[in-house]
């Protein structure tokens, strides 16, 4: 894996990071192996680690109920963390799996404490992509209140073309608040009599 490629691909998205942040960052990280269907955070846990997947994906899911229920997906150079006990000293109330065999760069969130304050250009790294994962949220939030079943399967495609090929169609039909009936129903193009 090259992650300083992954890096720079990373800061022309957000914001570059200076050479001695980059270093930094890497002897504070571990590269982490996982296999599919690893569940790295339980609901209850606490955890204090984010991953950057470098390769793979992973999903974070509520267990409601008996009822699995995908609350969002995350691959390549992009990040996963139990958000609310990463950012809150509170139990998890997701799992996080990794939905195919991954790579990610691993840190804890004192790594990223460190990092915010000594090196500005990761503070504005950071503060870009928890703005990008804030508008993700309120996007994916209206999406599920008022859009229709096929607009919402529609959406998700616009922003993962590829994510029925990667991600198993019962998490994507709970990611969506559907059943998987109807998104089989909605993945079958109509004949026309």
Same mark, same amino acid.
């Given at each position: 894996? @090259?992650?300083?490629?992954?890096?720079?691909?990373?800061?022309?998205?957000?914001?570059?990071?200076?050479?001695?942040?980059?270093?930094?960052?890497?002897?504070?990280? @571990?590269?982490?192996? *996982?296999?599919?269907?690893?569940?790295?955070?339980?609901?209850?846990?606490?955890?204090?680690?984010?991953?950057?997947?470098?390769?793979?994906?992973?999903?974070?899911?509520?267990?409601?109920?008996?009822?699995?229920?995908?609350?969002? *997906?995350? !691959?390549?150079?992009?990040?996963?963390?139990?958000?609310?006990?990463?950012?809150?000293?509170?139990?998890?109330?997701?799992?996080?799996?990794?939905?195919?065999?991954?790579?990610?760069?691993?840190? #804890?969130?004192?790594?990223?404490?460190?990092?915010?304050?000594?090196?500005?250009? !990761?503070?504005?790294?950071?503060?870009?992509?928890?703005?990008? #994962?804030?508008?993700?949220?309120?996007?994916?939030?209206?999406?599920?209140? *008022? @859009?229709?079943?096929?607009?919402?399967?529609?959406?998700?495609?616009?922003?993962?073309?590829?994510?029925?090929?990667?991600?198993?169609?019962?998490?994507?039909?709970?990611?969506?608040?559907?059943?998987?009936?109807?998104?089989?129903?909605?993945?079958?193009?109509?004949?026309?009599?």
């Amino acid at each position: 894996m @090259n992650i300083e490629k992954t890096l720079d691909e990373l800061g022309a998205i957000y914001t570059p990071l200076s050479p001695e942040c980059r270093q930094e960052l890497i002897a504070h990280s @571990n590269i982490e192996s *996982f296999q599919k269907r690893d569940v790295v955070v339980r609901e209850g846990e606490y955890s204090k680690k984010v991953h950057l997947i470098l390769q793979g994906c992973a999903r974070a899911y509520y267990l409601k109920d008996g009822k699995d229920i995908s609350d969002w *997906f995350s !691959f390549e150079k992009q990040f996963m963390a139990p958000i609310v006990s990463f950012f809150s000293d509170q139990p998890s109330p997701h799992y996080v799996e990794f939905v195919e065999d991954s790579i990610a760069l691993e840190f #804890t969130k004192d790594t990223m404490d460190l990092l915010t304050a000594k090196h500005h250009d !990761f503070e504005r790294f950071i503060s870009k992509v928890v703005t990008e #994962t804030m508008l993700g949220l309120c996007e994916r939030l209206y999406t599920i209140q *008022f @859009n229709k079943a096929e607009e919402r399967y529609t959406h998700l495609l616009s922003i993962y073309p590829d994510i029925i090929n990667r991600i198993p169609l019962t998490h994507i039909a709970s990611y969506l608040g559907i059943t998987l009936e109807t998104l089989s129903r909605i993945r079958t193009p109509k004949k026309r009599i």
